[in-house]
């Protein structure tokens, strides 16, 4: 059903409970994945103190370097099963986006994410990019939590 899967994760504990998940369905399928991480770009005013005290050099390369550890995992899990990955790192201000953009741009068919499961106002207040990406893609989303 699904040819081409598209897993983003942010390195935490919730997106890591996905792996696992995306690739098994990857696997049953004989889809291929493509796991994408966003990392926000270098502002000289910003409200992350590493953006403070690095310079955009070093704050790019500590982003890169995490980056490769997030879709490295990915990576492991699928090659363990035999399914094809490509992982890719994105410099963007609006994660949401560059996920259903890369989604069309690659050719997925799927995205698979995970979610918190607020409900009532603090989903409102605190919101999510699995919640803004439900609401903007055209692309079908699966959704764990």
């Not at 994760?9 to 291929?32: F, R």
């Not at 050099?57 to 490509?86: M, N």
């Not at 997925?108 to 499961?117: K, R």
Request: with cysteine; aromatic share 6%.
């Amino acid at each position: 059903m699904f040819k081409h899967i598209l897993v983003p994760t942010d390195g935490s504990e919730l997106s890591e409970h996905v792996i696992p998940k995306a690739v098994a369905l990857a696997k049953s399928m004989s889809a291929k994945l493509t796991g994408i991480t966003v990392s926000e770009p270098f502002h000289v005013f910003a409200a992350n103190p590493a953006m403070v005290t690095d310079t955009e050099d070093v704050y790019r390369a500590h982003c890169e370097k995490r980056a490769a550890q997030y879709l490295d995992r990915i990576k492991k899990a699928a090659e363990a099963v035999g399914v094809a990955f490509t992982g890719l790192h994105v410099f963007a201000a609006q994660p949401y986006m560059t996920i259903i953009s890369t989604a069309s741009a690659q050719g997925c068919d799927l995205i698979c994410m995970a979610s918190h499961g607020r409900r009532g106002v603090s989903a409102l207040v605190l919101g999510s990019e699995t919640v803004k990406v439900l609401t903007h893609s055209k692309v079908p989303v699966l959704v764990w939590r």
